[in-house]
């Protein structure tokens, strides 16, 4: 690493003169390392890694029901397993609750409230490189009503 000096002129005073002639300080200021371009071997090891990456069926599953929830992400894995595909899951999420308060009479009891929430539980699967029988099976899976599903590839 090479260390330059720079002159600075000190607080108040000018480099010429002037009414404080007070002697410049010097500030050492490090150069940044040069960077050098990778190699073609090892261009040719990342390009390899690329080809070998895994392919990830990401699966979020929503409902108001619990017991829905579970079933539905019981059919799935099942189905998943059937032709044999790596499974991660499934990874409860925390429950997103939304929570309403109302009055209860606009006129008279002005002060009296009602609260109201709603829970969506959230469950995620991880599918490792799927293929096509897997995913055909699963788009063609029929779940409960009140399930709501996410899927992504990665």
Known sequence: MAITEKKVSAKGGSVSGG????????????KAPKVSKISPQ??????ADTKDAKVILRIRVRAYESK?????VKQIIDTAVRYDAVIVGPVPLPTEIKKYTVNRS?????????????RVHKRLIDII????K???ALT????????????KML
Request: proline residues 7%; without cysteine.
């Open 19 to 30: 009414k404080n002639k007070k002697e410049p300080k010097a500030i050492k200021v490090a």
């Open 42 to 47: 090892k261009q040719k090891s990342v390009r």
């Open 68 to 72: 829905i929830l579970d079933a539905s």
């Open 106 to 118: 606009p006129f008279i009891y002005k002060n009296t409230r009602e609260q109201f929430e709603i």
């Open 129 to 132: 490189n799927p293929n096509t």
């Open 134 to 136: 897997t995913i055909e």
């Open 140 to 151: 063609n899976l029929s779940l409960p009503s009140g399930v709501d599903i996410d899927v």
